[in-house]
């Protein structure tokens, strides 16, 4: 039986930035929450402490490295808030053991060809070495495909059985951020040098995603208000793509706008929302569909008379 088996679903604190609470978190470079570096690249030709000096002189919140090797280690470890075992790295025991005792919080990337198994036994490693802190990152497959697999299901499954924070490695790519966090993901790891537009996508994804498939329970106003606002934001999006199809309606129909107002569609679309917003019920969802169907009817009638003018 895994250690971690029966643990409690817990949220790990990397510096400022909560991951597994609260919204999904997109780790990258500019425009993220929070930054990594990895030392590999530079191995052997700058030194690891320089490196971090480099990202830290421009951003101030969250680093995460990725050492070469555990000789890395003493050079960063003040001066980072996190650090990533690299997939390629997974089953260097001798590295994840000092990797872990340095207490920090651990993303473990599940290596290319490991199996579930395998990969939580890296979380478990780390555990033994006394650090809980342990963030599991799904980073894909080789396969007789070009480039890597992901595999959401798999992290999904990850994330049930460990009840740790589970991120998707999405690369340069952002195409898959709102189908990670729909399938559950706590955050999204970007490439360290990924396109500032890149970490915008991937954020707004979130946002917008998040906003209807992440269950939050915030304790604080500050904490509720930002969740409001990703709320707001996905009901922006709808209410602008629902304006669009109203108008639509309008054009389509022998008699549009407020002229052709259809009360039992209203009631019966009313009812039909009431089904999923219990609480709101019926009467209160009323007003509020009212407001959002004159607007729409507004719209459309001026649009009308702009088309004509
Ligand atoms: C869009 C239509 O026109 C009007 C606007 C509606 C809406 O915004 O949902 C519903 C009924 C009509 O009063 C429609 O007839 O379906």
Redesign the pocket.
């Given at each position: 039986m895994s250690l971690t088996a029966h643990l409690e679903r817990g949220a790990v604190q990397v510096g400022t930035l909560t991951v597994g609470a609260g919204p999904a978190v997109v780790i990258g470079g500019a425009g993220a929450d929070a930054r990594w570096v990895s030392l590999r690249d530079h191995h052997g030709r700058v030194p690891a402490a320089e490196t971090v000096a480099a990202v830290r002189a421009e951003w101030a919140g969250p680093i995460l490295v990725e050492p070469f090797s555990a000789a890395d280690l003493p050079e960063i470890v003040a001066d980072v808030e996190g650090v990533i075992v690299g997939a390629a790295w997974m089953q260097d025991f001798q590295l994840v053991r000092a990797v872990a005792r340095l207490g920090l919080p651990v993303v473990v990337q599940r290596g290319p060809a490991a199996t579930l198994e395998e990969w939580l036994a890296i979380a478990d490693y780390c555990v033994a070495e006394g650090n809980d802190r342990v963030v599991l990152c799904e980073s894909g497959s080789r396969t007789h495909q070009a480039g890597i697999t992901l595999d959401l299901a798999l992290m999904r499954e990850a994330r049930r059985r460990s009840g740790r924070p589970v991120l998707a490695d999405l690369g340069e790519e952002p195409a898959l951020a709102a189908a990670a966090v729909a399938a559950g993901a706590d955050g999204l790891l970007l490439a360290q040098d990924a396109a500032e537009r890149t970490a915008l996508a991937a954020q707004e994804a979130v946002r917008i995603v998040g906003a209807v498939t992440r269950s939050e329970v915030p304790d604080s106003v500050l904490a509720a208000r930002s969740a409001i606002d990703r709320v707001d934001a996905a009901l922006a999006v709808l209410l602008e793509r629902r304006a669009e199809l109203?108008g639509t309606?309008?054009r389509l129909?022998p008699v549009g706008g407020f002229a052709?107002?259809?009360?039992d569609?209203?009631r019966r679309?009313v009812e039909e929302m009431a089904r999923r917003a219990p609480t709101l019920g019926e009467a209160r969802l009323a007003s509020i569909m009212n407001a959002?169907?004159e607007a729409?009817?507004h719209l459309a009638e001026e649009r009308a008379a702009n088309a004509q003018a």
């Open positions: 109203a309606i309008q129909k052709g107002r259809d009360m569609r209203e679309l959002v169907i729409g009817l």
